[in-house]
């Protein structure tokens, strides 16, 4: 079966700091990975997602990046943190092959604070 | 730009009681999925419906998706505490790209 893991589960960085998130996909191959951002308790926005190792696409320009340097592999990154890049950050996967409907599964997610 | 609405926003209700929340949109979507989050967890896929006018049934959740594949709706009946959380509708263009979510419905069941 397929799991999907994000870390850290918590980080708290001061302004200005990097930034590094880590999510990875086990069980299946090639999957269409995705970077969410949800605010306190609402609706998730897209950031990112990626069909490919190298091939990112991002959906709001911003303080952040995206990459994936391996096919199971995706990673969201900042060089300065700022305040309104706190929230909950999800990675979701789906599959390139057997469905049709873009059906996403959810990592458990990674709580950032930036004070 | 696709937007979803979702109402009501929040929802609180006895254990027992039926309940039905909606998710609504001006633009057509390939395919519309439901989620439950509990705090502070990633969101679970509870269904996807494709076609107009679909209904699927999920033990006591009930979801229907609109004829003209705009909107649909989620009715649970004789809810349980159990059932507790945010319900998240999401809609999809038919390729990769990520999915359009609405902001949610948080609904709460009391003992």
């Known amino acids: 079966s397929q799991t999907i893991h994000q870390w850290p589960a918590t980080l708290v960085q001061p302004v200005g700091s990097p930034l590094s998130l880590e999510c990875t996909v086990e069980?299946?191959?090639?999957?269409?990975l995705y970077w969410y951002r949800q605010a306190a308790g609402r609706g998730l926005q897209l950031l990112f997602y990626?069909?490919?190792?190298?091939?990112i696409s991002s959906e709001v320009p911003q303080n952040l990046s995206a990459s994936r340097p391996q096919d199971r592999q995706f990673i969201l990154s900042s060089k300065k943190l700022l305040l309104s890049d706190s929230g909950f950050y999800l990675c979701?996967?789906?599959?390139?092959?057997?469905?049709?409907?873009?059906?996403?599964?959810f990592g458990p997610g990674t709580r950032l604070t930036v004070l | 730009t696709q937007l979803l609405e979702q109402s009501p926003q929040f929802l609180s209700i006895q254990e027992g009681e039926n309940l039905t929340v909606y998710c609504n949109s001006s633009?057509?979507?390939?395919?519309l999925q439901w989620y439950r989050q509990e705090p502070g967890e990633g969101p679970v896929l509870l269904v996807t419906?494709?076609?107009?006018?679909e209904v699927k049934k999920l033990k006591r959740l009930t979801f229907q998706f609109g004829d003209a594949r705009k909107d649909s709706s989620l009715h649970i009946t004789a809810a349980q505490p159990g059932d507790t959380g945010l319900y998240l509708c999401?809609?999809?263009?038919?390729?990769?790209?990520?999915?359009?979510f609405g902001k949610g419905t948080h609904l709460i069941i009391q003992p």
């Open positions: 979701a996967w789906s599959a390139t092959v057997g469905t049709l409907y873009n059906e996403q599964f």
């Open positions: 069980g299946t191959s090639n999957p269409n």
């Open positions: 990626s069909v490919g190792i190298g091939q």
């Open positions: 633009s057509v979507f390939s395919s």
């Open positions: 419906v494709v076609t107009g006018g």
């Open positions: 999401a809609g999809g263009g038919g390729g990769a790209d990520g999915l359009t």
